[in-house]
């Protein structure tokens, strides 16, 4: 990739009938690389002196980097940054690494982060006022549970999106390839959507974007009607089982282990949703951790478990909820039958709940004559005004966050979201 923009460089420069010399200098001063690989690096370095060998321009003396580019520190900003991160997911991840990146990159703060969303927030850190930002990434990003983070930082200023749906060049990813362009500049209300497989295009509005990235034509005049699932998404629980089971030979009751709070087990847990309630959908953002608990999605006295707390307490079986959601869900009963509406780890719940364009939690109208659907929806009091006040809660903050650039701004809006914190605890 540094090779190719390295050749239409000079290749420019020369057309503009500049000097070898000057070419030389301003390479230096323009074209920066960063690559840990030792091997790739003395590749990299080898062939630039080749090509400006090829071109008959004195040495140049490169910007070229044998370090990680996530702890590289730079005061240059660039116009134009292009990347192509390695695709490692969390689990391979070591553990000191998790801690640094938790700790340097707000994308990665929560949940069970992909490498490569540190590498874009990184790149973004190192934009010019006026830079544009290109990554070729899984397109996994889009809609992956623990990107949601990364997909707030990308949304005012990513710009173009090309996803190839049949081209999977990442080694062991069960994901296909895209790219994007994110552009600081741009003032656009829609972003250009292409699908380059099935050669389709569309202009996806920018404020459709949320939770998940949904590429199919909206119209803006259309009611505005969000998934309940896109908004609050709970994700697949893939807790370190094994390490429980490692640290406690005999362990069979799961949620015996996870519930305690402050405990690793449960920390994890909570990260494996996102630091949010599986039912309605509260975030650790507005409510303390330790007002978070393991629910039992099948009531652990529930018939089948033959009284069994180890039964119960299987894995699958256990979603984190708010303390209102567990309390008030209490023993209700969910057959296996009706599982399919209200799972949280699958895509039950979304299909059961929406937000309607007041943001009120209802029943969307393919289970509106669930019955079980229906006492669920009761019973927890998700219609509450309190979960519309939660939801608006929520993206205060995320939108004070994008803001902290605008302190009068920024300061305003802190004290309208501790008003509205104030007002949530009196109703709740």
């Not at 200023?157 to 069960?174: T, W």
């Not at 994110?182 to 497989?197: A, R």
């Not at 389709?200 to 404020?207: A, E, N």
């Not at 994890?268 to 975030?283: D, H, L, W």
Request: proline share 3%; with cysteine.
């Amino acid at each position: 990739m540094l090779i190719e923009v390295v050749k239409r460089y000079i290749e420019s420069c020369l057309n503009q009938n500049m000097l070898l010399q000057d070419i030389s200098k301003n390479l230096a001063i323009d074209i920066y690389g960063i690559e840990l690989d030792n091997q790739l690096y003395n590749s990299c370095l080898k062939r630039l002196n080749q090509i400006s060998e090829e071109y008959h321009i004195p040495p140049v003396n490169w910007h070229l980097y044998n370090t990680n580019a996530l702890t590289w520190e730079s005061d240059v900003k660039f116009d134009l940054v292009i990347g192509n991160p390695p695709y490692i997911t969390y689990k391979d991840i070591d553990l000191d690494s998790r801690t640094q990146i938790k700790q340097s990159f707000s994308s990665c703060a929560a949940g069970k982060f992909d490498y490569c969303y540190a590498f874009i927030e990184s790149g973004i850190k190192l934009l010019s006022a006026s830079g544009k930002l290109v990554q070729l990434v899984p397109s996994n990003i889009y809609k992956n549970v623990f990107a949601e983070e990364l997909r707030m930082l990308l949304n005012p200023y990513i710009s173009v999106i090309f996803e190839y749906p049949s081209k999977n060049i990442f080694a062991g990813a069960l994901t296909s390839t895209s790219i994007f362009l994110y552009d600081k500049c741009t003032q656009e209300e829609y972003v250009q959507y292409q699908n380059i497989t099935e050669n389709k295009k569309l202009q996806i509005p920018r404020t459709s974007l949320s939770g998940k990235w949904m590429f199919a034509n909206i119209s803006p005049r259309k009611k505005k009607v969000v998934r309940f699932g896109d908004v609050f998404n709970a994700s697949i629980v893939v807790i370190a089982t094994d390490q429980i089971k490692h640290d406690h030979k005999r362990a069979r009751d799961m949620h015996a282990y996870i519930y305690q709070n402050g405990g690793p087990y449960k920390v994890e847990f909570m990260e494996a949703y996102n630091g949010k309630c599986a039912y309605c959908g509260a975030s650790i953002k507005i409510l303390p951790k330790s007002m978070f608990e393991i629910d039992h999605f099948i009531y652990e006295k529930a018939p089948v478990f033959n009284g069994s707390k180890a039964a119960a307490g299987y894995i699958e079986n256990l979603v984190l909820a708010c303390h209102s959601c567990n309390h008030q869900k209490s023993s209700f009963i969910i057959e296996d039958t009706d599982r399919q509406y209200l799972y949280p780890d699958t895509e039950g719940i979304q299909k059961a709940f929406i937000r309607d364009d007041q943001y009120y939690i209802k029943i969307s109208k393919e289970c509106n004559e669930n019955g079980v659907v229906k006492d669920f929806y009761k019973q927890l009091n998700l219609g509450g005004e309190i979960h519309r006040l939660d939801y608006l809660l929520m993206n205060m903050i995320g939108m004070n966050s994008k803001i902290v650039d605008k302190p009068e701004a920024s300061q305003k809006i802190g004290q309208a979201i501790e008003m509205l914190r104030a007002k949530r605890n009196i109703m709740g």
